[in-house]
């Protein structure tokens, strides 16, 4: 208990430290786009075809369970609609992004370590924290764009399948997609995308940034990494949750 409450202090003490001393703007720009090809750009492929397909299995998972002839068919659509926007592309997509992206970011700021970089950068007077950690928080800025498409393309899925599948009509499906909206879930997942985005950016960091060994440590960071970081977004996500929808 004492070992986990010293590491949350010294994550916001590190979180302090990743704004002070700020690097030259002609240096981090470059570095921002590495982490933006990186980050977001290098993961669409993986989101695009999770969410494709997921929202296909909602739709389907849905359409098999409604035995009653009295249920309207353009439920589907509604569940599909709810399911994808509240809660699978927010929360789901960021959790593998804590795999993918994470892990990233943990073994190459510990590669850094262990090969005696990030040293070097301390020695030349740089503010190590922000020239490695403040680049790809600005990269996450970015990662509304992801869960948008991911958003996108889960409904499109469920789309694809209910109506080729022969569970739904098109013109039902689209009713249920405009059936009781509600414009503040959409800004709710959001709300949570670029809170998760930030945890992405720094939780990760954070365990390659003071990670201690050798090369073998750098791949025990990289799963400690991910299990925070998912215990992390299941939590804010939970507490996100009561705050803003259960009131």
């Known amino acids: 208990m004492i070992r986990a409450l010293h590491q949350i202090g010294r994550y916001f003490l590190m979180l302090k430290e990743v704004f002070n001393k700020l ?3 002609k240096v981090m720009k470059p570095l921002i786009f590495k982490e933006i090809d990186d980050l977001i ?3 669409l492929g993986i989101v695009a075809f999770i969410s494709f397909f997921i929202g296909g299995v909602v739709a389907i998972q849905t359409a098999l369970n409604l035995t009653n002839p009295i249920i309207p068919k353009s439920l589907i659509a509604f569940a599909t609609r709810q399911s994808v926007i509240l809660e699978f592309a927010p929360t789901f997509i960021s959790i593998i992004m804590a795999g993918r992206a994470g892990s990233y970011i943990t073994s190459s700021i510990g590669t850094m370590r262990v090969t005696e970089q990030i040293d070097a950068l301390e020695v ?3 503010n190590s924290l922000n020239y ?3 680049p790809k928080i600005v990269a996450f800025l ?3 764009f992801v869960i948008s498409m991911s958003m996108f393309l889960g409904i499109l899925g469920g789309w694809l399948a209910g109506v080729y599948g022969g569970f739904v009509a098109s013109d039902q499906f689209l009713q249920g997609l405009q ?3 509600i414009p503040f879930h959409v800004f709710y997942a959001f709300f949570k995308t670029f809170i998760f985005g930030f945890l992405l950016a720094t939780i990760p960091s ?3 940034y003071y990670m201690k060994g050798g090369a073998l440590e750098v791949g025990k960071a990289s799963t400690t990494s991910f299990v925070w970081t998912s215990v992390s977004i299941i939590l804010v996500n939970y507490i996100i949750t009561q705050l803003l929808l259960s009131a």
């Open 23 to 25: 690097t030259k703007w």
């Open 179 to 181: 059936t009781d909206f």
């Open 124 to 126: 030349m007077g740089v």
């Open 132 to 134: 490695l950690v403040f």
């Open 41 to 43: 750009i290098g993961s």
């Open 206 to 208: 954070f365990h390659g």
């Open 142 to 144: 970015l990662y509304p």
